[in-house]
Nanobody, 121 residues
């Protein structure tokens, strides 16, 4: 069974840094685009950053220049380095990935369980 397992997050100070990790586990044929979304109470989940299998990246305007998404294809893992944190970055962060479980199957979109990031002094 394919799963996305997140780690990292927690409490960060304004101006500080945190790093999120998300590893895809289980058997699958190919791991395509991966990304991070975030959600605050009463709001829709929004894209933070995404990265394709060949390393092309995309960022929300609110995090450009502060957050960096990267991936290690050998480890099936995506990272989100969050620098210059702001209180408005407080949210539950979710890992997302498009995974092709078998060569003959369609790509399926998966979500992680979410990890809380709180930015406060």
């Amino acid at each position: 069974q394919v799963q996305l397992v997140e780690s990292g997050g927690g409490l960060g100070q304004p101006g500080g840094s945190l790093r999120l990790s998300c590893a895809a586990s289980g058997r699958f044929f190919r791991l395509n685009a991966m990304g991070w979304y975030r959600q605050t109470p009463g709001n829709q989940r929004e894209l933070v950053a995404s990265i394709t299998s060949d390393g092309s990246t995309n960022y929300a305007d609110s995090v450009k220049g502060r957050f960096t998404i990267s991936r290690d294809n050998a480890k099936n893992t995506v990272y989100l380095q969050m620098n210059s944190l702001k209180p408005e970055d407080t949210a539950v962060y979710y890992c997302n990935a498009d995974i092709k479980e078998r060569a003959w199957l369609r790509t399926t979109n998966y979500w992680g369980q979410g990890t809380q990031v709180t930015v406060s002094s």
